[in-house]
C-alpha cells in the first residue's frame, strides 16, 4: 500500500494594520482669547447654574413641585430640539480637509447618539412628576423659551462652526452639567411630595450628572480648533455663549415668575 503525503497549508498572515480614525478630543492648555471667554461669561455662567429652583432644591428645601412642572414642561422645547441644533453644526464639518475637523466630525456624531434617548428620559421624568405626554406636547413656550430655542437654532445655523458649539454644547450643556449634579440626589426627597422617584424617572438627571462635565471641555477643544484667533470669531464665539446663558436665566426666572 503507497503512503499518501498530506500536505497542510498554513495560511498567511498579513501584518495587522491599525484601522484609521481621527483622534479623539483631549484637553489641552487654553489659548489667551479663550481664558479671556471663560473670565467674561463666568458671572453670567454662574447665575445659569443657579437660578433658585436648582440652588434650592440642591440644598434641600424643595420648592413646590409644581415650579419644577413648570420648569420641565416648557423646557422640553429645547430637550427635543437639541439633537437638531447638534445636526445644523455637524453640517458644517469636513472630513480631513482641515485640522482636527474628522475629530469634531466624529465627536459630534457620538454626541448625536448620546442624546438619542434623552427626549423619552425627559418625557419619562415629567411623567413622573405628575404631567402626561399629551399635555407635555400642547404646551405653549413661553416668549423667553421661544427665544432662547430661537438663538440656538439660528446660531448652529448660520453662525460660524464655533459660534453654534458654544452657544449649545459649551453653554447649555456645560451649566446642564453643573445643575444636574447638584440636584440629582436631593430631588429624590420629593418623593414624599407624591412624584414617583424611580429608575425611569432619574434616568435624565443621572445621565446629565454623570457625563455633561465632559463634553463642555471637550466643547471648548473644537473652538480652539476651529476660531481662528486673529480675526473678529473670538468675539463673536463668546457672544454666543454669553447669550445662551442670559437667555438660560431669563427663560428659567419667567418659567418660576408666579
Request: hydrophobic share 40%; glycine share 6%; proline share 7%.
Amino acid at each position: 500500500m503507497s503512503s499518501t503525503s498530506l500536505e497542510v497549508n498554513v495560511p498567511s498572515f498579513e501584518p495587522l494594520v491599525r484601522r484609521y480614525g481621527p483622534p479623539p478630543l483631549k484637553p489641552s492648555p487654553h489659548p489667551r482669547w479663550l481664558e479671556s471667554m471663560l473670565e467674561s461669561t463666568r458671572a453670567d455662567w454662574n447665575a445659569a447654574c443657579w437660578p433658585p429652583l436648582f440652588r434650592d432644591t440642591a440644598e434641600g428645601r424643595r420648592p413646590p413641585l409644581g415650579y419644577w412642572r413648570r420648569v420641565l414642561s416648557q423646557f422640553f422645547l429645547i430637550v427635543e430640539s437639541f439633537p437638531k441644533y447638534m445636526g445644523l453644526s455637524l453640517a458644517k464639518t469636513t472630513y480631513g480637509r482641515h485640522e482636527g475637523d474628522a475629530s469634531i466630525r466624529r465627536w459630534l456624531l457620538q454626541n448625536l447618539g448620546v442624546e438619542a434617548k434623552h427626549a423619552e428620559w425627559f418625557i419619562d421624568w415629567v411623567r413622573a412628576i405628575g404631567m402626561e405626554p399629551d399635555s407635555l406636547f400642547s404646551v405653549r413656550p413661553l416668549p423667553e423659551i421661544q427665544a432662547l430655542h430661537a438663538h440656538l437654532r439660528d446660531t448652529c445655523a448660520r453662525g460660524t462652526l464655533a459660534e453654534g458649539i458654544a452657544a449649545s454644547n459649551w453653554a447649555i450643556e456645560g451649566i446642564t452639567g453643573v445643575w444636574t449634579k447638584e440636584v440629582v440626589e436631593p430631588f429624590r426627597g420629593y418623593a414624599s411630595d407624591g412624584a414617583r422617584i424611580d429608575a425611569s424617572a432619574m434616568m435624565w438627571l443621572k445621565a446629565h450628572a454623570r457625563y455633561d462635565d465632559l463634553h463642555p471641555v471637550e466643547a471648548l477643544e473644537i473652538l480652539k480648533l476651529s476660531v481662528d484667533s486673529e480675526s473678529t470669531e473670538p468675539a463673536r464665539v463668546a457672544a454666543a455663549a454669553r447669550k445662551s446663558l442670559r437667555l438660560y436665566s431669563a427663560a428659567i426666572r419667567a418659567c418660576c415668575a408666579d
